[in-house]
């Protein structure tokens, strides 16, 4: 199990995260996704809305613009993985791994999705904004973790350039208030780079200007290529 931390901005008001939901609202692809990946998971439902394969993440500030407005969430109480053997240890490891100021939820599922209620977390995933080691927000990385279980991972040529243009400009808003938000992703990015370092591969990257690249994480040097030869994973291969 894994949990989908996101540093969501301690200090905005309802309003604020409203706000941020309705410009960041288009879908990732052409076609709903979550029907490519949810057959190659045992339980049927697309693996980032599966509470058995990762945990939402937000802030206080988001919980609290939603409790009041929808039931579709709740804290995270961890019994509700029942198949999941290592549910003890990896609640003890999630609960750990949570920042101050932030909340582990749980939602009421695929079949109950509120599309304007969904988390700054749901919008972003599979992606994170990735930081050079000299400090500039590049585009989009994505959470390795899920190369072999999210489809769009495999896909990226099918991330549509609105969804790109909208991530772009959350975070760019994002960065621009919260300097935390930044450092985070950039310790993000150079814990991707050294994992990928260490298994000798190359980071790809959907860039701002709206290319594709993949980067070397020694040299952070680019190479832009065409979206059909970046690499797939298997189940989607
Ligand atoms: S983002 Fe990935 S894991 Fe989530 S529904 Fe789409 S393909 Fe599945
Ligand atoms: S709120 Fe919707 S998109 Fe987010 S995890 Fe739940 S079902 Fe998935």
Known sequence: MNN??????????????????????VPIAGLDCGKMCAPHNPTGKPFCCDICA??????????????PVTDLWHPWRGDECAEDPSSTEDRSRLE??????????ACLGPQACQRPYRLLSCRQFPFFPYVTS???????????????????????GQVSQAYR?????????????FQDEF??????SEEMREVFAEKRRRIPLLHRN?????????SERMQRVDPAKLPQFQPYR
């Open 96 to 105: 750990a791994s949570v920042p101050d100021g932030m909340i582990l939820l």
């Open 4 to 25: 989908r931390i996101l540093r969501s901005p301690a200090d905005l008001n309802s309003a604020d995260i409203h706000e941020l939901y309705t410009n960041f609202n």
């Open 165 to 177: 243009e909208e991530f772009v400009a959350t975070h760019d808003k994002l960065f621009a208030l």
């Open 54 to 67: 990762a945990v939402p993440a937000a802030h206080t500030s988001e919980w609290k613009a939603l409790e």
């Open 134 to 156: 000299d400090y500039r927000f590049l585009g989009l990385s994505y959470d390795w973790e899920f190369e072999n279980s999210c489809w769009v991972i495999g896909n990226l």
């Open 210 to 218: 709206g290319g594709f690249h993949l980067i070397s994480p020694a």
């Open 183 to 188: 450092d985070n992703y950039a310790a993000r």
